[in-house]
């Protein structure tokens, strides 16, 4: 396996959003591929109520280094309080691509 290669899940209000983000993050060399989705309905608990939302869930590959630089790119732009921000460190996958994925963020 390669170096530590993760998958970092957010979710932005709208497209133009995703879009910025996106182009911020590749590049930076902060990730080596981001996917946006397509509109997905949020609910969600907030303050004491149940709240929902449309918004739009971005996939970011990186390394597990570049995390909290991440992170941050993230939350510099998103307009929530309290964005959705997680990672899954991946244990399994199609090593050439993961080894692209390092390859892409390396300079960083």
Known sequence: MPD?????????????????LARA???QRLAACVNIGSPMDSM?????EIETAR?????IKTRQALYSQVERAILATHPHELPEI????LSDG?????NWI??????R
Do not use: M, N, Q
């Open 4 to 20: 530590a290669v993760i998958l970092v899940l957010t979710t932005v209000p709208d497209r133009d959003a995703a879009l910025s």
């Open 44 to 48: 969600y608990h907030w303050r004491g």
């Open 55 to 59: 918004e739009i869930p971005v996939a």
């Open 25 to 27: 993050l590749t590049a």
């Open 94 to 98: 199609y090593v050439p691509y993961l």
């Open 86 to 89: 997680v990672a899954v460190r």
């Open 102 to 107: 390092v390859a892409e963020t390396a300079g």
